[in-house]
């Protein structure tokens, strides 16, 4: 059956364009230098370029423009207000990162920089999710897409990381919570890179249920251990999934089935949102999934969503720095979305991560089962929908 899918997607983010180089701020240069020998070993400063850059999303929005998905709409994301941002960020982070308006420079010494209009990108990236959720709590879809950059899941409360200002994904979930109504909400961050930002911001809470599998430390940002379960009322409602290097589709399968279902079937979230990154594509050189995986990943979580939440699902983009990783990956979600039925899927003769994946399966299980106990997670909040 084909389902309508809202894709939020606006083109002034692309005005988000560090160069990450500069030879007038030789400040700047320093920070580069040591970030790339950091980050990027074997790569130097000439051919160095800010990997987040604005063809990400144009690989994408090119590719649904040439061949359209039946049922996909096109919506322009309302920008974050400062009350909406103040849910997550810290008035302090909020006035510095405001302050960057029209700037230019380099934020994190692990990979951060701004260009003059980064901020406007920001408050559009931060914005998409909120639009989304309003879609859908009014009724206007169910299935939705957000196309955005600066991504978000490495920005915690007062602090810019991993090319990320406002914690996007969070900004949403929190919207959803104080003022749709939402009682719970599930996030699941598929992306290869722990949400560290994510889990900062949801680490003591019990009506914000994270699933985050990544690619596992020292890996960059080098958290997200299995033993990273929350902390105070929210112990229990962060359950990180790690696994190594060269991981593919079978891997992430078996994320979903051992540990991202059972935990909604027990938690019963009312909204599901993603941190879509697609990162873990073998384009992107260091694990090996592939766009079948994410069609077959996305399409589980559509029948997922139906089963515990009626079917409401907001996939937002996170990483992923290949552009035909991403435009692959990004169609076959759409088409998932919308309802296409994806029956190939290529797996490895023998992946790696699915070991990894079952130990972690084993370590949370009493965690999940007791997720369904009647006592968690409390109303906090009211609010209606
Ligand atoms: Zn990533």
Known sequence: MKKAVLIFYDARMLGHEPSGWDTQHPEWSDAVKAMIAHQYPEASLETYAYPERPERLTAIVERLKAEPV??????????????QLQRVHSVEYLAYIESLVGASGWLAQDTTAVSPESVVAARLAAGAGISAIEAIASGEGRHTFCIVRPPGHHASTDDARGFCLYNNIAVAAMHAREVLGFRRVMIWDWDMHHGNGTQDIFYDR?????????CEAPFYPGTGKLTETGTGAGVGYHLNVPFPRGSGNAALLDVLEQVVRPAARAFRPELILISAGFDCHY??????????????????????????????????????????????????????LAGETITDINVLPVD????????????HADTIAALGRPSAPPDRTSGSR
Request: proline share 3%; glycine share 6%.
């Open 70 to 83: 039946d049922g996909q709409g096109w919506r322009v994301p309302m920008p974050v207000t400062h009350a």
């Open 206 to 214: 019990p009506d914000v249920l994270v699933v985050d599998s990544h």
């Open 283 to 336: 384009l992107d050189q260091t694990c090996a999934m592939d766009e079948t995986g994410f069609a077959a990943l996305t399409q589980h979580m559509c029948a997922l969503a139906q089963e515990v939440c009626d079917d409401r699902l907001v996939v937002m983009l996170e990483g992923g720095y290949n552009a035909q990783a991403l435009s692959d990956s990004a169609h076959a979600t759409v088409r998932a």
């Open 352 to 363: 790696e991560g699915r070991a990894a994946v079952a130990e972690a399966a084993r370590f």
